[in-house]
């Protein structure tokens, strides 16, 4: 028995065709931009995807490339304009920025409103109080994949092993809301037996950035197994989650072609609510 594969790329093909039907029927246009620092090659592929992106759905995508040697001041001033830019329905700021520049301020400072990511502190806020607003864009993909596939969250309970702002924090406030009902359990590098808790795990999500973390032997046969600890190496892209743990899950997300396309679809997804909200509010 191998794993079902939940195919990021096919569900995310199927998100951009729903995006694409919605951008159209908006009276007004809809725009995504990036701001990009420093010339990181791994950056530079994510960006040049979502740009891609915006081009299926109908989405005007814009950039702001600036130099590695960017200062805090002249970043905040693109943030201005970006916040002010009319033609901006969202943007985003890639990270990681370089060394020298305070990631914080910068990300307070992009409009919660415009937020593509959904990780603003308002929004972050708005989430734990069940506030509608733009959601963290790869905890939604990775809820929306399980329920395309029909991995049951009701009750299941659910690892989590990372506790990263991006995705390990805010996925248990997704995934424990009356909606979908699962219970979760927040492992990190403090946690004492780690194979124990993922071995009583029905859905594993594994977001450490620790290469092969998670083992076959740690897995519940059966369980659904998302992927989303990227690391890059010489040899290319290589997940939190073993190769052979395909042999004892029930459902797989792998790397690549699991969560990654559905950050992207959700990002866009954001952008084109953001343009509706805006609408209604007119
Ligand atoms: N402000 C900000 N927002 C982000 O959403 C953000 C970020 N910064 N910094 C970096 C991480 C990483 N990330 C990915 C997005 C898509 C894929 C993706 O589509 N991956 C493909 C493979 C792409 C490849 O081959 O490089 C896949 O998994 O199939 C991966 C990773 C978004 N991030």
Redesign the pocket.
Known sequence: MTATLLN??ETRNALFEDLKARVAALPVPVGLATVLVGDDP??H??VK?KHRACEKVGIKSIRRDLPEATTQEELEAVIDELNANPEVTAY?????LPKHLDAGPILERIDPAKDG?G?HPVNLGKLVLGIEAPLP??PRGIVELLRRYDVPLAGANVTVVGRGV?VGRPIGLLLTRRSENATVTLCHTGTKDLAAEVRRADIVIAGAGSAGLITKDMVKPGAAVIDVG?TRTEAG?VGDVAPDVREVAGWLAP???????M??AM?LTNTVEAAERAHAAV
């Open positions: 990021g790329n791994g950056s592929s994510y995807g985003i700021v890639q990270l990681p990511d990780l864009a790869t991006t990227i892209l790397i690549p072609g699991g969560a990654g396309p950050t992207v990002l």
